[in-house]
Structure formats: C-alpha cells, structure tokens
C-alpha cells in the first residue's frame, strides 16, 4: 500500500498541485450531500431521474437506492497508471471511507450511515459508497 509519508509531501504540492487541484480534491474527499425521497445522496453527479428509476426497483428501499446511486469508483476520477498508483487510489479511498463518513455525522447527526470502501480488482476497482442504516 502506498504511504503518503514517502515523498515530502510539501515539495510535490508546491510543484504539481494548483489551488484549483486542492479544492476539487476538498470536494471529493468532504462531499457535498442531497436530500431526496427519504434518502441522503451525493450531490456530485446527483440525477433525479436516475434516483427515481432505482426506486422502481423490486424491493427498493432507501438505504438500497443509496448504497446504489453513491458508489464513487476511484478509477473514474483518477488515472492509475502503476502499481504505485493502484496502491495510491486504495490509499485515498481508505481515507474517503473515513471523510466521507464523518461529513455524514456533521452534517446530518440523528442519522446512522454506513460507509463502505472495496477494493476489488474483478469489480471495478477501489469504490467507496454510503447509505442509511437501517434498523
């Protein structure tokens, strides 16, 4: 697994990294969220629609509806290129798992959300996704 205590982390953010980078990378790893149908949803890429079809579903309910529409894979936002990278990806999904489930409990206390990260190679790769507890 990569450790990011490997490099000086300072010297590669002030050579590679823009302010623009940091804040899309804040966006990602402290989301924000979407109220809909009973249901808490990522608000990066939220549709409607899409939400509305899981919930035709057979035996939809909102805790499956979310673990569906809030997998965020890892590959689609980030280029592997190396094991080194893979091993980085699995790095930043751990630490998502832990963001994301805190910024859950901030923003909405009287709830209970699991937050899950996979990292299964045959599936799609390092995947982090939440939903409501239920009972």
Same mark, same amino acid.
């Given at each position: ?8 982390? &300072? ?28 249901? =808490? ?15 035709? /579903? ?5 805790? /499956?509806?979310?673990?569906? =529409? ?10 592997? &290129? ?24 901030? &923003?909405?206390? /009287?709830? =209970? ?23």
């Amino acid at each position: 697994m990569f450790h990011p205590g490997e490099f000086e982390l &300072r010297t590669y953010v002030i050579a590679n990294l823009t302010p623009i980078d940091a804040v899309a990378l804040a966006a990602l790893v402290w989301p924000d969220f979407r109220e809909y149908r009973g249901g =808490v949803f990522l608000r990066l890429g939220f549709d409607e629609a899409g939400v509305d079809a899981w919930f035709l /579903s057979d035996g939809a309910t909102v805790s /499956s509806v979310e673990s569906m =529409v809030n997998h965020f894979h890892l590959w689609e936002a980030f280029s592997a &290129r190396s094991d080194e990278d893979r091993g980085a990806l699995t790095s930043v999904g751990l630490v998502m798992r832990e963001t994301w489930a805190a910024a859950l409990a901030s &923003r909405f206390p /009287s709830r =209970v959300f699991e937050v899950v990260f996979s990292d299964d190679p045959v599936e799609y790769g390092p995947t982090v996704t939440f939903f409501s507890s239920e009972g």
